[in-house]
Structure formats: structure tokens, C-alpha cells
């Protein structure tokens, strides 16, 4: 799951980051002359700096070898359903809203006042995918779902006092 | 009183005065973070207008109360290097007022509650929830608070381009290509106020053209506007406004830690090229909040991505580095004002990590306007950008009068150290959980850390009362003493 992913390399460095700070802060009481200080740290940022451009590499490469944007490929049979969705305030207008385990499904989204966010929920409520429901454009979100059950549409871009009351449903059979 | 002290003490009023104004409000827009934690959590029964209607002044104010003090920061500086204009300065402060009078009053006595990025057509398709006259307010109030901001930077810009021949210069290009050598090189407060004055001007004049086109679609709504284009020009301006506070408010930083350490923090060569990055990154980096918006170019949300993480580079390898390292072994006293300082650094580099995680595409997909936003930009913003304004504060009472630090400071020290990080904390959790950002109620298995969320926004808010209650000992003390010409209080 991308979120525990998210959230454990983010704890990890935000450790890092307050252990360098705790050590500084302890290291600061003693009183040392600054021209060999910079010169020595000078030299460790030049590693520290190059690292750090190299680490930001690998992970934007990593990152960017599939994006959500990126239509699948399907297969030389298989069609996808695709579904129409209108905002609206404040409710989804769907052209279909019951699917299939393995089905590959496009949304189609767009609105007809307001920007809205389409966010599909499981019923765990963790969320799954999302794009913005814009008027006068139309976003694309690729999903198939895996596991059958009822899943949740939830607003995601704020569009005025429903906002939070803005929940659709679909089925996954 | 020697001319040149009461010309510094009039100086210092007017930055007294953006303080004030901004301390203040930043701590009664806390009330209403803590309220909407509070309806989050289902502790607090809160009608939806009322959680949108705080959750819009929350917004605004916060961003409006900290770019001025950050702006009364930089002003602070950077008059000691350039001549700036006090008039244009109260001219601003005065925009500000009327603008924070218009905002308050179209939130609250017309229902106005658009966010503070009034995302084009909402101002004026709202289901009828607020009317004309309220959007009108409001926009045309953050119209007049734009128009201040904007005549403050076009005077930083005019200053420093008369003292340093040309914003360029402002920003060390001569010494970058070599023309001109690195002890000659302009100081870090000139550095970051150039970058400021760029970004600001570019991102006010952005501000303006959406607002203005709102107000046209408010007034009229047969005249309608590109949503895509306004959705690029709310983000230009957001985004950039808003992280232009740390990098006014930075400028404290360079001073204060050369000052208590004895030691220089010059602008050298990689540090110049640190600030042109920050400058570059700054203006185009806004596209990382478009993400989810697929219809927006391919190449532009990959660079979106590619950018923001190379926008952390200059903090986490120049900036920071050099605040580490100046500290280091250095002898420091530590005590209000370098403590907050210190811990503002703090705040901003461990507020990057989760920034640049969230500007990951991929990541974006399912945590984009989540809780996890404002869970990094709390982080970033109130231990980063306010930790610095409240630890210039410190410094300025210390420079500026002989109110002593008490025992309760130190409290409220680790107070908002830990109020801040458990209330980030518990946005992060939140975001994690899948939970959306700008939601007036919350179903059951969302609600636990906005209530811890609230318990840790209420301890913020005591110790900033702290700061505050210092602040104003402070102010009711300095016309009691005389000033010394150079403060020796700090070595
Ligand atoms: C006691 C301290 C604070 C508390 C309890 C608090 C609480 C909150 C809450 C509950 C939200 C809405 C979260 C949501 O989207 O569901 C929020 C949003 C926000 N806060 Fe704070 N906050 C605090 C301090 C600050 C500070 C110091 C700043 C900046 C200087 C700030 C800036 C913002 C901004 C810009 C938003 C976004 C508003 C929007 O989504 O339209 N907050 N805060
Ligand atoms: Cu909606
Ligand atoms: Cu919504």
C-alpha cells in the first residue's frame, strides 16, 4: 500500500532529521574555532550534496517508470468499461455503478459547476485513486478492482457546505 | 536622543506594529484551528457553515497574519542595508487592516466560506449558500491586502536595484559568472529579499488576475473564465505566497545564529546558486498541485515532480547545513530567540520530508488533499516560518528593551515544540488513514487524531499566548528605557 510506503520513508527521515538536529544542539555548548569546522564540513557536504542528487535520482526514476496518468495496455480482447461521472452539487452522476472483480474500468470525470475531487474509497475506507472533477474538462482515473464489495466515492476538492456530505457508492461483484 | 537612535527606534515601531497585528491574529485564528479539530472529532457539534466559514478565515488569516510579520522581518533587515521606504510600509499595513476588515466581515456576517483559495467558480456558484455581496468582500478585501503587498515588494525592488544596479546583482550573478569576487558578494538578507521581491511580485500580479476574474464571474456570471487557467493562476499564487514566508522570514535566521555564534554566514558561491535555485523552483513548482489533473500537459506534472524535489536541495544542503554547522561547537547562548530560531530550522527540514513524499506522482494519486497536506505544511509553516517570526520577536525585546526571559518562556518553548509536532503528527496520521483535508464532519474511524489533533492545537495556543504575553511586556517596557546605540547584550 502506497500511503505505509509514504508514511514509513517519511518517519525514517524525519528521525534522521531530528537526531542530526538533537546531536548539533547537544555538540553546541562547546566552543571551537570556526575556520577548521567549515573546512572539514565543507568537505562532507560536497558527499552529503552529491548523495543526496543521486538518491533524489533513483527514486524520481523509480517513480516515474508508471504513472497513473499513463492509459493501460490492454488486452487484445478486453474492452474497458467506460463510465461517464458528473459532479454535481453535491452528489456523483454515474453512467454505471456496478463492475466486476478484474473488470479494467475508465472514469471519465468532469462537472457541471464546480471542481470537485473524485476519490474512489474501499471499504476500509483507505483510498484508492482520485482525479479532479473540473467543469468544462473531462480527467481520466484507470482502475480494476480486485476485490468485490462496495465501494465509496468521496469528494476531495472542497465545493462549498456539502462538501464532506458528497458520497457515492458502486459495487464490485 | 541621538538622530540615529530615534531613527532606529521609529524603524523598529513600525516592524513592532507588523508584529503586533500579525502575533495576534495568528494566535486568534489558532482558536479556530482548534474548533474545527474539535468538530472534526465529534466533540464539538458545528453546523458545515460554520466549520467552512473557520476553516476559510483559519486559511486566509494564517497566511495573511504570517506574511506580514515575516514581511515586518525582512523589513526589519533589509532597511539596514538598502533604503526602503517607511511610508510605502504603513501604506501596506494599512491595506492589510481594511483588507483583514473586508475578509472578516464577508466571512462572517455573509457566509462567505470559499477556502482561502477561492477556486474559481466557487466565489460565485455556491448553492446558494452565500450571496454577491459576501464573495464581493472578501475578494475585493484580498484584492486591496494584494495591491498592499505588491507596492511593499516594488519598493524592496526599487531599493535594492537602486543600491545594487539590478535585481540580478541582487541575486550575486556577478559573483556567480565570476565578474565580481565572492567576499564582494551581496549579504544573505540582500539575497533572500531580491529572491522575495521576484517571486512576490510574480505571484501577486498572478493573485490579482483570478481575483479580478472572480469578482468579473461574481459580478456578472455570464462572463466566464477557463477553470484550467484560473486553477494554474490560484495555484501560482498560492503556493508562491505562501513559502515566500520562510524565505522572508529566513533572513532572521542568517542574522540572529551570526550574531550569537560570533560567527559569518556569508553568501559564497554555492550559496548564491542555492538562492537562484529557490528562486527558479519557487515560481514553477506550483504545478505539484495539479497532479490529479490529467488533462494538464504530461511533461509539465513530471516536471512538477522533478522540480519539487530539487527545490528541497538548497534548504537541505545549503541552508540548513549552514545552520547546523554554525551552531556546531560554537559556544551558543541559548535562549528564546536563538532557541526558536534553532528550532525553526528544525521545523522546516523535517516538514520537507513529508513535501516532498506527497509531490511524488504516485504517491499524489492517494494522498493528494488528504490530511497528509496540511499535516506538512503545519510542520513547515508553524514550526518553520512562525518559530522564526516568534524567535525575532525575542531577539528584538532583547536588542530593544531589558524585559528578562522567564521560566514560563522556556515552558511554552517545549510546549509549542510539542504542540506543534503532535498536531502535525496527527494530521500526518490522518493522511495516512486516508483521510480528507477541508471535511466539516469526520466518519468514526477518523476522528481519534483529530481530537489528539485539537488536545495539541490547545497547548500551541497557550504557549504561544506565552510568546505573546512576552512580546507585550516587552512593548509596554522599551519606551521606558533608553536605547543603547549597539545592543553588546547578545555577545
Ligand atoms: C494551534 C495551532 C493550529 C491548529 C489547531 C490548526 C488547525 C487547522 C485545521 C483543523 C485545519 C483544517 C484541516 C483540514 O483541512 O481538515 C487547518 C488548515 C490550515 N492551517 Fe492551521 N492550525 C494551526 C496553526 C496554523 C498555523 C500557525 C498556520 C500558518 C501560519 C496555519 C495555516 C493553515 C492553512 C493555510 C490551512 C489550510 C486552510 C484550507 O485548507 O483552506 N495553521 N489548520
Ligand atoms: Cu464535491
Ligand atoms: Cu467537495
Not at chain 1, 537526531?19 to 562532507?44: G, T
Not at chain 1, 480482447?77 to 452528489?91: H, K, N, R, S, Y
Not at chain 2, 522572508?248 to 546558486?273: C, D, G, H, Q
Request: glycine content about 8%.
Amino acid at each position: 500500500m502506497v500511503q505505509m510506503v509514504a508514511s514509513i520513508v517519511s518517519l525514517f527521515f524525519m528521525s534522521v532529521i531530528t537526531a542530526i538536529f538533537v546531536f548539533v544542539a547537544a555538540k553546541s555548548q562547546e566552543r571551537r574555532e570556526y575556520k577548521p569546522i567549515k573546512k572539514k564540513w565543507y568537505k562532507a557536504r560536497t558527499f552529503y550534496g552529491v548523495t543526496l542528487v543521486i538518491a533524489m535520482l533513483v527514486v524520481t526514476i523509480y517513480t516515474l517508470r508508471e504513472l497513473p496518468y499513463d492509459q493501460p495496455v490492454y488486452g487484445a480482447e478486453t474492452e474497458p468499461t467506460i463510465v461517464d461521472v458528473e459532479a454535481v452539487q453535491f452528489g456523483w452522476i454515474m453512467s454505471e455503478t456496478e463492475f466486476s472483480v478484474g473488470e479494467p474500468i475508465e472514469f471519465h470525470v468532469t462537472s457541471s459547476d464546480v471542481t470537485h475531487g473524485f476519490g474512489i474509497y474501499d471499504k476500509d475506507k483507505n483510498l484508492l485513486a482520485q482525479t479532479q472533477a473540473m467543469p468544462e474538462y473531462t480527467n481520466e482515473v484507470y482502475i480494476t478492482f480486485d476485490k468485490p464489495g462496495t465501494y465509496e466515492i468521496l469528494c476531495l476538492e472542497y465545493c462549498g457546505l456539502a462538501h464532506h456530505a458528497m458520497i457515492g457508492k458502486i459495487e464490485v461483484k | 536622543m541621538s538622530a540615529v537612535i530615534s531613527e532606529k527606534k521609529s524603524r523598529n515601531n513600525l516592524v513592532v506594529s507588523y508584529l503586533t497585528v500579525g502575533g495576534i491574529i495568528i494566535l486568534a485564528m489558532m482558536v479556530f484551528g482548534v474548533l474545527m479539530l474539535l468538530a472534526q472529532g465529534g466533540s464539538l457539534n458545528l453546523s458545515p457553515a460554520a466549520f467552512y466559514q473557520f476553516l476559510t478565515i483559519h486559511g486566509t488569516g494564517m497566511v495573511g497574519a504570517a506574511a506580514l510579520a515575516a514581511a515586518g522581518v525582512m523589513w526589519y533587515f533589509l532597511s539596514k542595508y538598502v533604503e526602503l521606504s517607511k511610508k510605502i510600509a504603513q501604506v501596506n499595513l494599512a491595506l492589510f487592516l481594511i483588507g483583514v476588515v473586508m475578509v472578516i466581515i464577508g466571512v462572517f456576517s455573509f457566509e462567505y466560506a470559499s477556502a482561502w483559495t477561492f477556486l474559481y467558480p466557487l466565489p460565485a456558484i455556491s448553492a446558494n449558500a452565500w450571496g454577491v455581496t459576501g464573495a464581493l468582500l472578501y475578494l475585493f478585501g484580498m484584492l486591496i491586502l494584494g495591491i498592499g503587498f505588491l507596492l511593499f515588494y516594488l519598493d524592496t525592488g526599487r531599493a535594492i536595484i537602486k543600491k545594487y544596479g539590478s535585481l540580478a546583482k541582487g541575486l550575486g550573478w556577478d559573483v556567480i559568472s565570476g565578474k565580481k569576487a565572492e567576499k564582494d558578494a551581496p549579504s544573505s538578507t540582500i539575497v533572500a529579499s531580491t529572491m522575495v521581491t521576484i517571486v512576490n511580485i510574480t505571484a501577486l500580479t498572478a493573485g490579482a488576475i483570478v481575483l479580478i476574474m472572480n469578482i468579473i464571474n461574481v459580478i456578472n456570471p455570464a462572463f466566464t473564465f477557463d477553470p484550467l487557467l484560473a486553477k494554474n493562476l490560484t495555484f501560482a499564487f498560492g503556493h508562491i505566497f505562501a513559502n515566500s514566508i520562510i524565505y522572508m522570514a529566513v533572513i532572521a535566521v542568517y542574522e540572529i545564529l551570526s550574531k550569537y555564534t560570533n560567527r559569518p554566514w556569508k553568501a559564497n558561491k554555492p550559496f548564491l546558486i542555492a538562492w537562484t535555485m529557490s528562486t527558479a523552483f519557487t515560481l514553477v513548482i506550483y504545478t505539484h498541485h495539479m497532479l490529479m489533473d490529467s488533462v494538464m500537459p504530461k511533461w509539465m506534472l513530471i516536471m512538477g515532480q522533478v522540480l519539487s524535489y530539487a527545490n528541497g536541495l538548497p534548504v537541505l544542503v545549503i541552508t540548513a547545513y549552514g545552520a547546523l554547522m554554525i551552531v556546531y561547537k560554537s559556544g551558543i547562548k541559548w535562549d528564546m530567540g536563538s532557541g526558536l530560531i534553532f528550532l525553526s530550522m528544525f521545523g522546516w527540514v523535517v516538514g520537507v520530508v513529508p513535501a516532498i513524499v506527497d509531490a511524488t506522482i504516485v504517491v499524489n494519486h492517494v494522498m493528494h488533499n488528504t490530511k497528509w497536506v496540511p499535516g506538512h505544511f503545519h510542520m513547515y509553516m508553524a514550526l518553520g516560518a512562525c518559530a522564526m517570526i516568534f524567535g525575532f520577536m525575542y531577539y528584538l525585546a532583547k536588542e530593544d528593551s531589558n524585559v528578562e526571559e522567564q521560566i514560563f518562556d522556556k515552558i511554552a518553548f517545549l510546549g509549542y515544540t510539542l504542540g506543534i509536532l503532535g498536531l502535525s503528527g496527527s494530521f500526518l496520521v490522518s493522511g495516512a488513514l486516508s483521510t480528507p483535508r477541508r471535511w466539516a464532519t469526520h466518519f468514526p474511524e477518523w476522528m481519534a487524531p483529530a481530537n489528539f489533533g485539537a488536545a495539541a492545537g490547545v497547548l500551541t495556543a497557550l504557549s504561544l499566548t506565552m510568546f505573546v504575553v512576552h512580546f507585550i511586556r516587552y512593548l509596554s517596557n522599551r519606551n521606558k528605557v533608553e536605547m543603547s546605540p549597539e545592543s553588546k547584550k547578545l555577545a
